[in-house]
T-cell receptor, first 112, second 114 residues
């Protein structure tokens, strides 16, 4: 079992729909959770981070964390073609000098 | 434009060459990272510097040698690389070396070994 698992996709949604990206992790000691967006041929870009159970909203993006169930998700409302990218989930223990464990990423395609 | 600047953007080198990758950040961050990323894979951590001291070395071959001259600069010295070392090399920084801090990535250096 991988430490951080994501559906590889591709996930395809129509423009204007809600895209839901999921991530599960195995280390119960994980305390910090990050979502990065990576366009093809580009570097990862931080989208959201969340530390506490519940929802955190930033514009069209909402991160949801459930530590008891060991999952974190990213919702993208009103999806746009420009949201088409690979989304990486990263998890951190807070005690390991900044070392984050990345999932393999989910590729999202938003169709016009 | 990212606040973490990497040079060069592209590098082609032979297996006997010596070259260096450079990374600079002006966000006042005290932790800096080197990652290697192959196509369609997540970034793999190579090194972490916290307050200019090497805090993590992920068993990287000695042909990769990191250097942190000051809190704003990070270098990766390359020597006698192999074709399988061809990849995107990413630099990142965070507030400090404590866990839980989001990392900010540079645009990367795309390295090709002939």
């Amino acid at each position: 079992q991988k430490e951080v698992e994501q559906n590889s996709g591709p996930l395809s949604v129509p423009e204007g729909a809600i895209a839901s990206l999921n991530c599960t992790y195995s280390d119960r000691g994980s305390q910090s959770f990050f979502w990065y967006r990576q366009y093809s041929g580009k570097s990862p870009e931080l989208i959201m981070f969340i530390y506490s159970n519940g929802d955190k909203e930033d514009g069209r993006f909402t991160a949801q964390l459930n530590k008891a169930s060991q999952y974190v998700s990213l919702l993208i409302r009103d999806s746009q073609p420009s949201d088409s990218a690979t989304y990486l989930c990263a998890v951190n223990r807070n005690t390991n000098a900044g070392k984050s464990t990345f999932g393999d990423g989910t590729t999202l395609t938003v169709k016009p | 434009d990212t606040e973490v600047t990497q040079t060069p953007k592209h590098l082609v080198m032979g297996m006997t060459n010596k070259k260096s990758l450079k990374c600079e950040q002006h966000m006042g961050h005290r932790a800096m990272y080197w990652y290697k990323q192959k196509a369609k894979k997540p970034p793999e951590l190579m090194f972490v510097y916290s307050y200019e001291k090497l805090s993590i070395n992920e068993s990287v071959p000695s042909r990769f040698s990191p250097e942190c001259p000051n809190s704003s600069l990070l270098n990766l010295h390359l020597h006698a690389l192999q074709p399988e070392d061809s990849a995107l090399y990413l630099c990142a920084s965070s507030h400090d070396g404590q866990g839980g801090q989001p990392q900010h990535f540079g645009d990367g250096t795309r390295l090709s070994i002939l």
